[in-house]
């Protein structure tokens, strides 16, 4: 993506919610506290008819993601017989520790307590890349480890952008965390972010092991749509304006946290002409979408049991449908895993070449 398109969605992508407390006459230096405070927003009370509609999307999203691994599973996807790598191995004892340490309090570990998440996430980015290694012979670490290994430092930087679009939303907050310094925070912060992209997207390649790869895969729900300049102006003013509310209406607007950032970029894409993750979803192959969003929601569900019973760990304030939870995120709060994972597909895939293997 040439350097300047990325500057401009950078800017946008930033930018815009400041202009809505701007605009709105609210006090711009809370927004830029720093470590963030995100306590000053009351949310709305559980709303039972926001919850069951809620519920009527999802069950439509599990009949959608049943019915694509019931057409992927009845093509049986032929894999080698491989031995699990010694550090497969490694990466589960890893993990095996990490969370005994997270979620007990031993007096001789209490120094090092807060920090239990990193080497948690590393253990299972070595243990899925692993997995993969033994059912398919290769993974994205040993195929192309130096891309792989630049996935930590644009993860950071990925998530620390939701971490701004949190501070006008303010659906979660840090607990655990108080005696941290601003450096300090930074450091263990951006540590703890790098692990989001590789975690994804390994996930996301050992899920390609089970299921079919061919492309006529739902191929009788291909659409009709034609997708091009015009609709790319449309989706990406209508994006903008959303991103600009976004401090001006919070409980109303949240979910569009997890879906502007990924249509802003989609709108850009058809502003020059490019193909969009949707394309082949609109020819019927649904896999370049719901694979990404699996493998985020497969994170998701680790993500939020591991931080369950953490000393440092995140709690949540969501409005209208906070209830009934599995672990600390309400049930419905899933479904931002899946348009996550499609954003973690698409800064991949802008900004990451798995294509080329890497000259030794």
């Known amino acids: 993506m040439p350097f300047l398109k990325i500057f401009f969605i950078f800017w946008v992508l930033i930018l815009l919610p400041l202009a809505g407390v701007l605009i709105s006459g609210q006090s711009v230096g ?152 601003a450096l300090a925070y930074v450091l263990h912060a951006t540590l703890c972010f790098s692990t989001v992209l590789p975690a994804v997207t390994a996930t996301g390649e050992l899920l390609s092991t089970f299921l079919d790869d061919r492309g006529e895969c739902c191929s009788k729900f291909a659409l009709r749509f034609k997708y091009g300049t015009g609709k790319g102006w449309l989706l990406l003013a209508v994006m903008g304006v959303i991103q600009t509310a976004l401090p001006l209406a919070p409980d109303q607007l949240f979910p569009f946290v997890w879906i502007a950032p990924l249509l802003i970029i989609v709108g850009m894409q058809g502003i020059v002409g490019r193909q969009t993750i949707f394309s082949s979803f609109f020819r019927g192959n649904w896999r370049p979408v719901l694979l990404p969003a699996l493998a985020a929601l497969i994170c998701g569900f680790f993500w939020e049991m591991w931080n369950w019973k953490s000393l440092a760990h995140w709690e949540y304030s969501i409005p209208y449908v906070d209830r009934y939870h599995i672990f600390a995120m309400p049930i419905l709060g899933y479904l931002g895993y899946l348009p996550f994972g499609l954003e973690c597909q698409v800064i991949v895939e802008n900004f990451v070449d798995f294509t080329v293997d890497d000259v030794d």
């Open 30 to 181: 809370r927004y830029l506290q720093f470590p963030p405070l995100t306590g000053y927003v009351r949310h709305a009370p559980f709303n039972l008819l926001i919850f069951g509609a809620g519920v009527i999307i999802s069950l439509l999203v599990l009949l959608a993601v049943g019915y694509f691994i019931c057409c992927c599973l009845s093509r049986k996807r032929d894999v080698g017989q491989h031995e699990l790598p010694w550090w497969g191995w490694l990466g589960f004892v890893v993990v095996f520790c990490s969370w005994i340490l997270a979620w007990n309090r031993f007096s001789w570990f209490s120094i090092l307590q807060p920090f239990t998440f990193t080497p948690l996430w590393f253990g299972y980015i070595l243990s899925v890349n692993g997995v993969t290694c033994k059912r398919s012979g290769t993974c994205l670490l040993t195929r192309h480890p130096l891309p792989f290994l630049f996935l930590f430092p644009l993860s950071s930087v990925f998530w620390w952008y939701f971490e701004w679009l949190n501070r006008f939303v303010q659906n979660w907050c840090y607990v655990g965390v108080d005696d941290f310094s």
